[in-house]
């Protein structure tokens, strides 16, 4: 009953976007500690987003890497911003699992996961674009995910502003930030 009402929600939610050709970076999600989110929980704050999953090889432990650097060079605007990971494999990335990786990068990092179809919902919302591979061995939970990578910076009414490439220098998206920070930077 509680994954229906979910469904319900987060088809409600997305209903009457303007499909996949508008990054809405609207959303309906799980938090690390449990609790259910949306875009709006976020308001008042400069949102610095991306999508992954945890057991990513390479551009997941950059891209938040990334992500970390940039905020500790934000100094006292970092307090502005919240670093965002959404997950694209909610079957392994469990609540608890995505608090315990996303606090390895700052303990102001959230961890978003979902159902599949609240994370299919997310991803839509953000055009991105994933594919879970067939096991690699035996073991059912050895796969890779292909995904779209970068850095999504939102303002503080969750419009969307920028998409920065997953090697953009920490600097690069510091700069951005405190772009948005000061309304230097206008959503798109």
Known sequence: MQ???????ATALFAGTAGAQELTGRFLLDSHDGGRVTDQSFAGKV???TFGYTFCPDICPTTLSTMAAAIDALGAKASQVVPIFVTVDPKRDTASHLKEYVQAFGPSFVGLTGTTEMVEAAAKAFKVRYKLHPPMTADPDNYL???SAGIYIMDRDGRFVAKLGHLSAPEDVAER???VIDGKEKAR
């Open 47 to 49: 949102r610095m987003m």
């Open 177 to 179: 930030l405190a772009q």
């Open 3 to 9: 994954r229906l009402f979910a469904i319900l929600i």
């Open 145 to 147: 995910v292909d995904h």
